[in-house]
T-cell receptor, first 115, second 114 residues
Framework: AQSVSQHNHHVILSEAASLELGCNYSYGGTVNLFWYVQYPGQHLQLLLKYFSGDPLVKGIKGFEAEFIKSKFSFNLRKPSVQWSDTAEYFCAVRGGGAAGNKLTFGGGTRVLVKP | ETGVTQSPTHLIKTRGQQVTLRCSSQSGHNTVSWYQQALGQGPQFIFQYYREEENGRGNFPPRFSGLQFPNYSSELNVNALELDDSALYLC?????????????FGPGTRLTVL
């Protein structure tokens, strides 16, 4: 069964600081990888996704993520955060074959950016 | 906005009751997935419907059931509600392509079971 682990449950940082959120998954086959964000009071929104090709993926709002197959990781980064980046961030994996079409989510990381 | 809508927004039920949650998928999408998000946790996959048939199911008991209609809207039904069913129920729609579809989420229905 596939699983996703997000190492940090809570992150607090100041504006302009750099952000990196860890995500590791366990699944032996080909995976699609996603980062979703949930702003306070809003629904889950797609930040970025990786299906194939360049392992460095750029998403919306200045976010990027790097897929490192050998480490089963898909870490999210942003060089300089803003107060509006305060949100909960979820890493998700979709495996093919027997794993079907479902998304498996990590437990989420709450990010608080202090002005 | 994703174009995925859900109703109702909030719902309060008591143990043992039954509930039906509704989802309208984004225009052009033929697949609907349902997730349960308990407080402080990530969403957990309940099941997916593709062209009106169940296309995968997570570790949820049979009292969680669903339907997809010809217009690709969907319902999630939960019978014999338990306190642990209190959660945010999310619907996500996508256009099914082999290994490349992306799911877009609705705002969710907050269910409270007393």
């Amino acid at each position: 069964a596939q699983s996703v682990s997000q190492h940090n449950h809570h992150v607090i940082l100041s504006e302009a600081a750099s952000l990196e959120l860890g995500c590791n998954y366990s699944y032996g086959g080909t995976v699609n990888l996603f980062w979703y964000v949930q702003y306070p009071g809003q629904h889950l929104q797609l930040l970025l996704k990786y299906f194939s090709g360049d392992p460095l993926v750029k998403g919306i709002k200045g976010f990027e993520a790097e897929f490192i197959k050998s480490k089963f990781s898909f870490n999210l980064r942003k060089p300089s955060v803003q107060w509006s980046d305060t949100a909960e961030y979820f890493c998700a994996v979709r495996g093919g074959g027997a794993a079907g079409n479902k998304l498996t989510f990590g437990g989420g990381t709450r990010v608080l950016v202090k002005p | 906005e994703t174009g995925v809508t859900q109703s109702p927004t909030h719902l309060i039920k008591t143990r043992g009751q039954q509930v039906t949650l509704r989802c309208s998928s984004q225009s052009g999408h033929n697949t609907v997935s349902w997730y349960q998000q308990a407080l402080g946790q990530g969403p957990q996959f309940i099941f997916q419907y593709y062209r009106e048939e169940e296309n995968g199911r997570g570790n949820f008991p049979p009292r969680f059931s669903g339907l997809q209609f010809p217009n690709y809207s969907s319902e999630l039904n939960v019978n014999a509600l338990e306190l642990d069913d209190s959660a945010l129920y999310l619907c996500a729609s996508s256009y099914k392509r082999e290994d490349t579809d992306t799911q877009y989420f609705g705002p969710g229905t907050r269910l409270t079971v007393l």
